[in-house]
């Protein structure tokens, strides 16, 4: 039994290693979540109202699974120190039911892809149409006109039906350059769509979220896939420990 033992405790050494780097970068994983989640509920909300119909709990998912999974990689980094093996088995269940929700999560958004599409063109025109330069949304909506170089929904046009057109004219955040597009040419018919961005937001939005879906999609599955390794790991490492008590006995 004694020269088995020794044969065990090199691949038990090899395995604690594996598990621990693994459990480290797992919990890297959920502390970059954990930011993505914060960074959405503070930063991008206004633009993810534009997106979601209802008030969304995407950052909340981000920041509660981000802390999931910073806990439990604590806990996978500690179980495989202490060389539990029924902490082992958790540690592995865990990242099952992660491995699960994200490929769940991958699947369900490359999916449903145009109907993220459908429901943006629904809210910004809503957006545009109660625009009154100082709520949230309509905040998010200049940043968006700002940052990426257009106008309206579809085109300029689309401000048309906007209750602030009527007094107001088109808003500032169509200029093309602001320096060169007064209040006055806004509010002409004739000089505004000179002075601003031609293309609309909706096509824009939309052409990033075609090119980029597939890439979302890719890093997802990928992430996902790699908690088969530390599942196969944990798993592994269980049953050598239990096997190794067991020929000490």
């Known amino acids: 039994m004694a020269p088995r033992r020794m044969e065990t405790k090199p691949v038990i050494t090899c395995l604690k290693t594996l598990l621990i780097v693994y459990s480290f ?49 604590l806990f996978g980094c500690f179980a495989t120190c202490r060389g539990s093996p029924w902490m082992l088995k958790l540690y592995a269940m865990f990242l099952s039911l992660v491995f699960l929700a994200e490929l769940v999560a991958g699947i369900s958004g490359f999916v449903f892809r145009h109907e993220i599409k459908g429901t943006f063109l629904r809210t910004y025109n809503e957006a545009v149409e109660n625009y009154n330069a100082q709520d949230e949304r309509s905040i998010a909506v200049d940043n968006v006109q700002r940052s990426l170089h257009c106008c309206g929904v579809l085109n300029y046009t689309s401000w048309f039906s906007s209750v602030y057109y009527p007094e107001n004219g088109l808003p500032p955040s169509c200029c093309a350059n602001i320096s060169d597009c007064t209040a006055s040419d806004l509010r002409n018919a004739t000089i505004a769509p000179t002075k601003i961005h031609q293309q609309g937001c909706y096509e824009l939005v939309t052409t990033f979220i075609e090119t980029n879906m597939g890439i ?34």
Request: hydrophobic content about 55%.
């Open 216 to 249: 979302i999609a890719g890093v997802t599955f990928g992430i996902a896939f790699s908690q088969l390794i530390g599942m196969l790991l944990a798993c592994c490492l269980s049953r050598f420990i239990t096997a190794n008590q067991y020929e000490m006995v």
């Open 25 to 73: 970068v797992f919990w890297i994983t959920g502390a970059i979540l954990l930011a993505v989640g914060l960074w959405g509920k503070f930063i991008l909300g206004p633009y993810i109202s534009l997106i979601a119909e209802n008030s969304t709990n995407a950052p909340y998912v981000l920041i509660g699974t981000g802390i999931t999974i910073i806990v439990f990689g």
